[in-house]
């Protein structure tokens, strides 16, 4: 069926029980085929047929289950650079922002109030207090609470709400009609400033896990905020400063030294060192001139570009990153799965054990006025210290940090599936061609004859293959352009071909050839004087092109596809990493052979077609291995889908992108490690934050119930238990956090 994908902003979700809610209402839809909410980026994504439902329906489940949502903004159009993920980005940060600094008002109040509270001892001012904070500053509490209630549901602000709106009850009583408690042999006890404090610290907490939430997300916000607003622009020969929805394609547009290039476009004039490091991750400019590729958001160096728009609006290469990343971080990794089964009977359960923490306490008591104090305290302590949020968070904001952090070094990580498998590859897949080298023919070494320097063999050299097509004349004039080396015109150029192969030409006075040894050799050259140095270069796989002028050998060039300056390296990291290195190739045997011996690989499967790489990853997958494809052109796509995780490079196509699972933006073999060394981290820090939110409540619902009291005397004040319970989210963030650092 025709699938279509929606994300739809949900307000009101505020822990995993929420998430969980709202999830189940929409997998409910006739016609939906996948889910996800975010807890975090407050949004759902879904996976729909559009014959069977509507995003209206979609609407219309998610506001049935208490919470509210509306329809996404339309796109812009493709003809405009701004991007609706960019709008909504920057929406999601300004809603954000000023949902921080409502919760540091509120929990700042509230803290002054609470102190306050335990200072002054009059009731009656307590009481207006007490209520003027319940109202003001916990009101979220009580109406989120009362609204999951009137939909058939559950979740944190329940558990606040049934706690301090109990405590609450209880010291209004006390302070109205203190004799019914008297006449029942109960202290009229007064719980105002429990109460304010509770909101104050959950407040508090808010406020911190909404802060360091927002760091979560620093890096999707960085490159938002690398769009430029403007575009200098020629319209009629004359330049306009231009808003950059009104750039069209074909525009031509101008780029200062220092500026950030607005749209994605070709050169068409100048040449400049342009950074690309928030595309790649790689620090150092890339020499940019006339027809070259820059990309919008990147910064020139200190030359004048002009340039024609290319792609623009939602195809632009920084709008795609901002989406794929936006998908990604919005993505579930299956691990969530335990803790979405946990969160669904939380509440309920929590409130259960909260009752029958009473029970328990006024049996052991004997139904005695002390007894209930103790009852209600520790049941309010019960309610006040479970925290769903910590379960909720666990996950999504690792994911979150992950992809955000790998968006920084280069990798775009298409989500938190991904992630995980990643994080338990062994076995690493790598494509030869494009991948662990160059990917074209370059000139490797250059072998002059008696009395022959080398400046002057490339000379010669370059001066007839210019006029060739052959993929390794393009290798030998590359190589002279490199050393500033000009060739002169040559004339009488001939390709040879019955006779070996080659071509010749006059360069000067001077009659040129360049060919195998079967070509030279028919012309009655002698190759012997460099039949050693020959041996050598065919040894290691290198193509042979020999020289001769006037019928006299005057050099020999080595030509092969150069590994990348990197890949030994990554590929060392690799093998310290534990994991076990292929190389898969449809090159022949030797040449393969001798890119693994210089590249460090001990396992080589040469002379493979594309359907069998894929017969070979398949193979390892069967032998209980998990695999990782790295690769980058069409023929590596099949491979790619087939491993447990793919590497696209991204210099690559955009089939073998669109087939992997982690695009690698700059091309290079160290990133790949560096992906894999993030998603073992991630895993890591996903399995502390679930054991660390799990362990918490297991342990801090029976300390707050009261089971060590018999002990030693031990029983958890309310005010103590909300303190932890806002602490247990924020310890799961930050823990996340870790991950900015180093990979």
């Known amino acids: 069926m025709d699938t279509s994908r929606i994300n739809i902003p949900v307000s009101g979700m505020t822990c995993a029980a929420c998430q969980a809610r709202v999830q189940r209402a929409l997998t409910t839809v006739p016609g939906v085929e996948e889910a996800t909410v975010n807890l975090l980026l407050h949004n759902a994504t879904v996976d729909f047929d559009p014959s069977e439902a509507t995003p209206e329906q979609l609407v219309a489940a998610i506001r049935a289950t208490g919470y509210d949502a509306t329809l ?110 008297r006449n029942r042999g109960l202290a009229p006890d007064l719980y105002y400033e429990a109460v304010v404090l509770i909101i104050a610290l959950i407040l508090v907490g808010n406020w911190l896990e909404a802060r360091a939430t927002r760091r979560t997300s620093a890096a999707l916000r960085g490159l938002v905020a690398l769009q430029p607003k403007k575009a200098r622009v020629l319209r009629d020969g004359v330049e306009v400063e231009l808003a950059i929805e009104q750039v069209h394609r074909g525009d031509t547009f101008l780029v200062r030294p220092g500026e950030r290039v607005p749209v994605d476009g070709v050169i068409s004039g100048g040449e400049s ?43 632009s290469a920084l709008a795609r990153i901002v989406t794929l990343m936006r998908q990604a971080q919005g993505s579930r990794a299956p691990i969530q799965r335990l803790a979405d089964r946990v969160s669904a009977v939380f509440v309920p359960t929590v409130i259960g054990i909260a ?39 666990a996950v999504p904001t690792a994911v979150m940090v992950a992809t955000g952090k790998g968006a920084e070094r280069g990798l775009l990580i298409k989500g938190g599936e991904a992630l995980e498998r990643a994080g338990a590859i062994d076995t690493v897949v790598l494509d030869k061609t494009g991948t662990v080298t160059e990917g074209r023919p370059a000139v490797t070494d250059i072998v002059t004859g ?57 360069v000067g006075d001077a ?51 150069p590994i990348r300056s990197t890949s030994t390296a990554a590929i060392r990291s690799l093998s310290q990493m534990g994991l076990d290195v292929v190389m898969l190739t449809g090159d022949n045997q030797p040449t393969a052979e001798a890119i693994a011996r210089e590249a460090d690989i001990d396992t080589v499967v040469a002379e493979v077609l594309p359907e069998g790489k894929v017969e070979e990853v398949r193979r390892l997958q069967n032998e209980g291995r998990v695999v990782a494809m790295v690769g980058d052109g069409i023929n590596d796509a099949p491979a790619l889908a087939q491993a447990d995780v793919g590497f696209a490079l991204g210099s690559g196509t955009d089939i073998a992108i669109d087939a992997s699972d982690v695009t690698v933006m700059r091309p290079d073999l160290t990133a790949v490690a560096d992906g894999i060394a993030l998603a073992r981290r991630t895993m890591r820090t996903m399995r502390q934050n679930l054991f660390w939110a799990f362990v918490y409540n297991v342990v801090g619902i029976p300390i707050a119930a009261g089971v060590l009291y018999p002990f030693f005397g031990v029983l958890l004040s309310p005010i103590i238990a909300s303190a932890a319970m806002a602490l247990s989210s924020v310890s799961v963030v930050s823990n996340s956090l870790r991950l900015r650092g180093g990979i």
């Not at 919760?103 to 803290?111: C, D």
């Not at 070259?292 to 030359?303: A, C, F, H, Q, S």
């Not at 050259?525 to 002028?549: F, G, H, I, Q, W």
Request: some cysteine; proline content about 4%.
């Open 72 to 181: 996404p903004p339309a796109s812009s159009p493709k003809g405009s650079v701004w991007s609706a993920a960019f709008a909504e980005e920057e929406q999601r940060e300004r809603t954000s922002a000023e949902e921080e600094r409502a919760l540091a008002w509120k929990a700042g109040a509230s803290l002054i109030a609470g102190i306050v509270a335990m200072v002054v001892m009059k009731p009656f001012f307590l009481l207006v207090l007490t209520t003027a904070i319940m109202l003001w500053a916990g009101r979220q509490f009580y109406v989120r609470a009362w609204s999951a209630f009137r939909h058939g549901g559950s979740d944190m602000n329940t558990l606040i709400a049934v706690g301090t709106g109990a405590a609450y009850i209880y010291s209004l009583v006390a302070t109205l009609a203190p004799n019914v408690f």
């Open 450 to 506: 008696d009395g022959v320097r080398r400046n002057d063999l490339l000379r010669l050299a370059a001066a007839v293959e210019r006029l060739s097509e052959h993929p390794l004349a393009s290798a030998i004039v590359r190589r002279a352009r490199e050393l500033g080396i000009e060739p002169a015109p040559a004339t009488e150029f001939a390709a040879v071909t019955n006779v070996g192969r080659g071509v010749e030409g006059r």
């Open 355 to 393: 009752a029958l923490t009473f029970v328990v306490w006024m049996i052991a008591g004997h139904w005695s006025g002390a007894a209930a104090v103790h009852a209600f305290a520790a049941s309010i302590a019960v309610l006040i210290i479970a925290c769903p949020c910590a379960m909720g968070l």
């Open 273 to 315: 060192a342009v950074d690309e490091s928030m595309l790649t991750g790689e620090s150092r400019p890339v020499l940019k001139q006339t027809g070259d590729r820059i990309v919008g958001g990147t910064v020139n160096g200190m030359g004048a570009l002009r340039a024609t728009a290319t792609t623009l609006g939602e195809e």
């Open 511 to 561: 009659f040129v050839l360049l060919g195998n040894e079967a070509m030279l050799q028919a012309r009655d050259v002698d190759t012997e004087p460099l039949r050693a140095d020959a041996a050598r270069l065919a040894a290691d796989a290198k193509s042979l092109v020999y020289v001769a002028e006037d019928d006299r050998l005057v050099g020999l060039l080595g030509i092969a596809d």
